[in-house]
């Protein structure tokens, strides 16, 4: 059975100013957790860390980080819940962090 999926996918870099609310595309699709293979989870997001720094992100300007890329969804510091799982490290109901 698919799970449905939101993602937030960063649309092009910015300059200076404000980020227009359009530069984010809300994305639906579909994983099917029967799917997974070895050693694979699937994580549902429960908390995202927006922050400040992204801002260089947006910019794709030199940092400690490397830039988002377009089409692609936004990355950050985030918590969430296994809700799937092929892992023998990680169970279904673990709650993880991560990138």
Known sequence: MAI???SVLFKDY???GPVPADNFVV???NVDPGA???SEILVQ???LSVDPYM???MKNAKSYRAGFEPGKPV???CVGLVVASTSDRWQKGDVVTGM
């Open 75 to 77: 990355e950050s510091r």
């Open 27 to 29: 994305s639906k699709s």
């Open 55 to 57: 801002r260089m992100q």
């Open 36 to 38: 997974l293979k070895d």
């Open 45 to 47: 997001l429960l908390y």
């Open 14 to 16: 910015v300059n200076d």
């Open 4 to 6: 449905d999926v939101t």
